[in-house]
């Protein structure tokens, strides 16, 4: 089996843990700053990072390691994009009559595949903002609960308490791990394989 220099071995195994921090700056910045873009061009931004880095780290990486790293790194990415989301303030609490509660069961990629319920609540707010929480707790139709958000609605509103950052940011790290191990592994050269060589 071929195995890569140094060097670009090196530079591969970087680009995850470096495009994580650009896109961690980037999004906490479109969420947080004063003159953040509008939402078209913060997820456009993220998406360009996204697609440029995996398809960098695809074609340094190659065979069948470069196709899984490539996989990993997508999901560190946007694991590192939820972290940047659950780590932005919610300035703001009001109190909030649940209107109606929708239920879905969604397969979780990060958590063994295990299925996850979701609750997404409508609500009924003092000045009518905010109208929904899209990953709540169970709720029941009329319940009382104090909901989190940011004035500037740059960043969904949640139950008081339930966003951490510390979920995301495990899965994103484990992801980018993953990537960055996998760096390394090159599928062999034709004229290397056995039966091949000079």
């Given at each position: 089996?071929?195995?890569?220099?140094?060097?670009?071995?090196?530079?591969?195994?970087?680009?995850?843990?470096?495009?994580?921090?650009?896109?961690?700056?980037?999004?906490?910045?479109?969420?947080?700053?004063?003159?953040?873009?509008?939402?078209?061009?913060?997820?456009?931004?993220?998406?360009?990072?996204?697609?440029a880095a995996c398809a960098l780290y695809f074609v340094r990486a190659g065979g069948s390691g470069g196709?899984?790293?490539?996989?990993?790194?997508?999901?560190?990415?946007?694991?590192?994009?939820?972290?940047?989301?659950?780590?932005?303030?919610?300035?703001?609490?009001?109190?909030?009559?649940?209107?109606?509660?929708?239920?879905?069961?969604?397969?979780?990629?990060?958590?063994?595949?295990?299925?996850?319920?979701?609750?997404?609540?409508?609500?009924?707010?003092?000045?009518?903002?905010?109208?929904?929480?899209?990953?709540?707790?169970?709720?029941?139709?009329?319940?009382?609960?104090?909901?989190?958000?940011?004035?500037?609605?740059?960043?969904?509103?949640?139950?008081?308490?339930?966003?951490?950052?510390?979920?995301?940011?495990?899965?994103?790290?484990?992801?980018?791990?993953?990537?960055?191990?996998?760096?390394?592994?090159?599928?062999?050269?034709?004229?290397?394989?056995?039966?091949?060589?000079?």
């Open positions: 089996m071929s195995e890569p220099a140094p060097r670009e071995w090196g530079l591969t195994a970087a680009l995850p843990g470096v495009t994580a921090a650009v896109v961690f700056a980037w999004t906490y910045w479109c969420f947080t700053g004063s003159s953040a873009p509008s939402i078209t061009v913060a997820v456009t931004g993220v998406a360009i990072l996204l697609v196709f899984f790293g490539t996989l990993f790194l997508a999901l560190g990415l946007l694991a590192t994009v939820a972290t940047a989301d659950q780590t932005t303030a919610r300035g703001e609490v009001v109190s909030c009559v649940v209107r109606d509660v929708q239920v879905k069961d969604q397969q979780s990629v990060g958590e063994g595949g295990a299925t996850k319920t979701l609750y997404r609540l409508g609500l009924t707010c003092p000045g009518g903002y905010p109208t929904e929480v899209k990953d709540g707790p169970k709720a029941t139709v009329g319940a009382e609960i104090r909901v989190s958000y940011d004035p500037d609605r740059r960043v969904n509103p949640s139950v008081e308490g339930e966003t951490s950052p510390w979920t995301p940011a495990l899965c994103a790290l484990l992801f980018l791990a993953a990537a960055t191990g996998l760096a390394g592994r090159r599928r062999p050269a034709p004229d290397t394989a056995p039966g091949h060589g000079s």
